[in-house]
């Protein structure tokens, strides 16, 4: 894992083999991210660099589930395809969402946006289910939906750093309905319209939470507590978003590290013994 990520506390409680599993997923997906968020994308040539780039992914994922590897990355994941009997459809869903950032620098509705959260998101939630061992179909449906709250939590949190990328991932019918400017929204200016704005979105994202919650199957609690320590941690982020009234153009907002372990152990505990998590 070659940077930081909030999710770092969630894989620590996994058992050594699925942890590196989890890693290894983890480092591939975030290696093509980079192949478009980590590239220059402004200039249409640079656009077809970008996508060229993705098809080596595409090429790379097939050899993965071939067992023929080239890349760091895809050695990685390799052997844990058949260990966890890992799907691939997922992880092309993944490519192909973050293929749509080369095509789409704004979203008109949010079925528009929630067709690439599930994508770039949810996707990756189903092969993290397969690793925790939570096959079940409301499994599948917990992951959906804890996917769709994280990247909508990322959305609210990254409205800076997207910016100066050019891009909104708020959809453009909730600024109308704020009356928000995209000039405010792309010059980082909390003006009221934008925080009521932020504030609808970060409902939005708790709602998700809150579906999340409610299919996450009794059965598969112990399994599935990484992925509840990951909603924790993120929902903590929600707060700190609200009690900075929805100011996220400063230094970014996120929980401290010695807060995100305090959420881990504490769930982990709750599911070790039985208790719920509380929301």
Same mark, same amino acid.
């Given at each position: %894992? ?6 770092y506390f ?5 058992p ?10 983890? +480092?591939?997906?975030? &290696?093509? +991210?980079? *192949?478009?968020?980590?590239?220059p994308?402004?200039?249409? &040539? /640079? ?7 993705? *098809? ?16 760091p ?8 395809v058949r260990?966890?009997? =890992?799907?691939?459809?997922? =992880? @092309? +869903?993944?490519? @192909?969402?973050?293929? %749509? ?10 079925? &528009?946006?929630y067709?690439y959260c ?14 925790f ?7 599948? /449906? ?7 709250? =994280?990247?909508?939590?990322?959305i ?5 750093? +997207? ?6 991932y708020?959809?453009?019918? @909730? ?7 995209e000039?405010?929204?792309?010059a980082c200016?909390?003006?009221e ?14 709602e998700?939470f809150d579906?999340?919650? *409610?299919?996450?199957?009794?059965l ?6 990484a992925? /509840?320590? %990951? ?12 009690r ?7 230094s ?8 995100? &372990? ?6 982990? %505990?709750?599911?070790?013994?039985? =208790?719920?998590v509380?929301a």
């Amino acid at each position: %894992m070659s940077r930081p990520t909030s999710f770092y506390f969630a894989f620590l409680v996994l058992p050594r083999d699925r942890r590196k599993a989890i890693v290894a997923v983890w +480092d591939f997906c975030r &290696a093509v +991210d980079d *192949a478009v968020d980590e590239t220059p994308v402004d200039t249409p &040539a /640079e656009r077809e660099a970008a996508r060229a780039s993705l *098809a080596r992914w595409r090429e790379e994922l097939a050899r993965v589930f071939q067992g023929t590897p080239e890349t760091p990355q895809g050695q990685a994941l390799q052997p844990w395809v058949r260990r966890f009997g =890992l799907s691939r459809r997922p =992880l @092309d +869903d993944l490519i @192909d969402g973050v293929e %749509m950032d080369l095509d789409h620098r704004r979203y008109p509705t949010f079925e &528009a946006l929630y067709e690439y959260c599930w994508r770039v998101a949810s996707s990756v939630g189903f092969v993290c289910i397969e690793i925790f061992g939570a096959r079940s179909e409301a499994a599948r /449906e917990y992951a959906l939906n804890l996917g769709l709250a =994280l990247q909508l939590t990322n959305i609210v949190r990254d409205v800076r750093q +997207d910016a100066a990328r050019g891009r909104i991932y708020l959809p453009l019918e @909730d600024l109308a309905r704020f009356g928000c400017e995209e000039r405010d929204v792309l010059a980082c200016r909390p003006t009221e319209p934008v925080r009521r704005l932020l504030a609808f979105e970060c409902a939005r994202a708790r709602e998700y939470f809150d579906r999340a919650r *409610a299919l996450l199957p009794r059965l598969d609690r112990r399994a599935l507590v990484a992925a /509840e320590i %990951m909603a924790r941690i993120y929902r903590d982020t929600l707060r700190r978003v609200e009690r900075a009234r929805y100011d996220v153009f400063g230094s970014r907002v996120r929980a401290p590290r010695l807060r995100q &372990a305090v959420l881990a152990l504490d769930t982990w %505990m709750r599911a070790r013994i039985g =208790l719920d998590v509380p929301a």
